[in-house]
């Protein structure tokens, strides 16, 4: 198969697993489901993902793109710019990528390493956030916040109410927006 049409077919079965995921849920990805969802055929999507591990590696790498694009859609001249793309990355986040991010780290479970890539981000996160201030155990308090915020999300927490977590949610902004 030539690249381009890897690539195409890789964004083609990405999409049919995210759609499967949309209108089924994240348990309900399959090779199988993803490969007619898809229209290719098993050995074709086979050939892209070997594995349904593989299969959520490229999940993983595709919302790792849309992470590091919204953290680009941060302005330039914002203090703590990367900082605020954390936080506005985990409220923009939809529930299809909630259950696909809690997919993969049910695999993760039993396969660690399927995570490399995003402590490797994360740990190029931190760096350009540390580097970003000149406070930084206030900058890891809001980093730290920031994950709290994610995982009370992905596992469907209590979170105080609508009214306290949008006052919350105003606290951690003003307290990136404060760092120095």
């Given at each position: 198969?030539?690249?381009?049409?890897?690539?195409?077919?890789?964004?083609?079965?990405?999409?049919?697993?995210?759609?499967?995921?949309?209108?089924?849920?994240?348990?309900?990805?399959?090779?199988?489901?993803?490969?007619?969802?898809?229209?290719?055929?098993?050995?074709?999507?086979?050939?892209?993902?070997p594995t349904k591990k593989a299969l959520l590696s490229g999940l993983l790498a595709q919302m790792l793109a849309e992470h590091r694009e919204l953290?680009?859609?941060?302005?330039?001249?914002?203090?703590?710019?990367?900082?605020?793309?954390?936080?506005?990355?985990?409220?923009?986040?939809?529930?299809?990528?909630?259950?696909?991010?809690?997919?993969?780290?049910?695999t993760a479970a039993s396969d660690p390493q399927l995570l490399d890539?995003?402590?490797?981000?994360?740990?190029d996160d931190l760096g350009r956030i540390l580097s970003d201030t000149q406070d930084a155990p206030g900058a890891m308090v809001a980093f730290w916040a920031i994950q709290g915020l994610r995982f009370q999300k992905l596992l469907k927490l209590p979170d105080g109410g609508a009214d306290t977590r949008e006052r919350v949610i105003e606290r951690l902004r003003a307290l990136i927006d404060d760092l120095k």
């Open positions: 198969m030539p690249p381009s049409e890897c690539r195409n077919a890789s964004r083609r079965i990405l999409s049919a697993a995210r759609a499967i995921a949309t209108r089924e849920g994240a348990g309900r990805i399959t090779i199988e489901a993803v490969a007619k969802e898809a229209g290719l055929s098993k050995g074709g999507l086979l050939y892209n993902y953290l680009e859609s941060v302005p330039e001249r914002h203090p703590a710019r990367t900082l605020r793309g954390h936080l506005e990355t985990v409220l923009q986040s939809q529930e299809v990528d909630d259950d696909l991010s809690m997919a993969i780290l049910a890539p995003l402590r490797a981000e994360l740990t």
